[in-house]
């Protein structure tokens, strides 16, 4: 089983619709949790990080679900300007420094 | 403001040849520094990870190799590239033990096409 596992995609969705991704982690001792945007051919920039309570950014929700060891990012009222790389990130545990990331969910918005 | 550099932008280089991508970090001391890979269509690979001068952890068998030379300097080689070293390889760094946040910032990226 991967560490990190995220649905490919594409997801293809029309302007001003809400989305929502999953991404599964397999290491249940996994300590923080993060967001990150890429680009076509560009790098991966932070997005947001994901608390254990949830946590919202503007259009942006992110939540954990330790019990099942998701965490899920949804996106409301989407732009064209989210067209992009959705990428899933995990810390494993505090102290180490090392990111294991999800091969990513691409996402496409349609005018 | 911390900035993070990394060159060259695109190479393309026959198989065999040997291999030199650079990354400084300004703004900043004693960072954490990462080479990641990210070939076509699958997720980044971390290669090397450092927490300070001389010290390289290698997370992946492989014919690179990684230094840093000063402390915010980082260096991936190779002496003989493979067509698998093709990738976008993507230099990182994150604050040092006692200020992580779990942040990584990434330079802009290192496009290597091994022909």
């Known amino acids: 089983r991967k560490e990190v596992e995220q649905d490919p995609g594409p997801f293809n969705v029309p302007e001003g619709a809400t989305v929502a991704f999953n991404c599964t982690y397999s290491?249940?001792?996994?300590?923080?949790f993060f967001w990150y945007r890429q680009d076509c051919r560009k790098e991966p920039k932070l997005l947001m990080s994901?608390?254990?309570s949830g946590n919202e950014d503007g259009r942006f929700t992110a939540q954990l679900n330790r019990a099942s060891q998701y965490i899920s990012l949804l996106i409301r009222d989407s732009k064209l300007s989210d067209s992009a790389t959705y990428l899933c990130?995990?810390?494993?545990?505090?102290?180490?420094?090392?990111?294991?990331f999800g091969t990513g969910t691409r996402l496409t918005i349609i005018p | 403001s911390q900035t993070i550099h990394q060159w060259p932008a695109t190479l393309v280089q026959p198989v065999g040849s040997p291999l030199s991508l650079e990354c400084t970090v300004e703004?900043?001391?004693?960072?954490?520094l990462y080479w990641y890979r990210q070939a076509a269509g699958r997720g980044l690979q971390l290669l090397f990870y450092?927490?300070?001068?001389?010290?390289i952890s290698s997370e992946v068998p492989q014919n690179l190799s990684a230094s840093r030379p000063q402390d915010r300097q980082f260096i991936l080689s190779s002496k003989k590239l493979l067509l698998s070293d093709s990738g976008f390889y993507l230099c990182?760094?994150?604050?040092?033990?006692?200020?992580?946040?779990?942040?990584?910032?990434f330079g802009e990226g290192s496009r290597l096409t091994v022909l």
């Open positions: 990182a760094w994150s604050p040092g033990a006692g200020r992580v946040t779990g942040e990584l910032f």
């Open positions: 290491n249940s001792a996994s300590q923080s």
């Open positions: 994901v608390y254990s």
């Open positions: 990130v995990v810390r494993p545990n505090f102290g180490n420094e090392k990111l294991t």
């Open positions: 703004g900043t001391s004693n960072p954490n």
């Open positions: 450092s927490v300070g001068i001389g010290q």
